[in-house]
């Protein structure tokens, strides 16, 4: 089990350092990515070393998806990342604060 977490982990930052790269070649950038985008990627960087170095709690597939995906459905419908996690969030195009969809009640216990 702690493999199968150790590399689901990576497998997620992986793909949010994807999204952040494709986050800005969509924005028209060039060059390096900004210094927000870095931070962006070390944040999930330590999340995810804190995991598999059991010094922090995994958390669900649901609160990582939507964590990328805070708006709904982002520019590129065909990211891998997007596929991934449209089942759970449904495809809703927007939601509150609060996050109080019906895909976050029906996982509670995911």
Known sequence: MPR?????????????????????????????????????????????????????????????????FPTGEPANPDDATWQSCKGLLGGVAARGAGGSSAAQHSLRGW
């Open 4 to 68: 199968t977490l150790a590399a689901l982990t990576l497998l997620l930052l992986a793909s949010a350092t994807q999204l952040a790269a494709a986050r800005h070649a969509s924005a028209g950038a060039r060059g390096p990515l900004s210094s927000s985008e870095k931070q962006a990627v070390g944040e999930a960087l330590s999340k995810a070393l804190g995991v598999v170095s059991d010094k922090a709690e995994p958390r669900s597939k649901y609160t990582i998806c939507a964590d990328l």
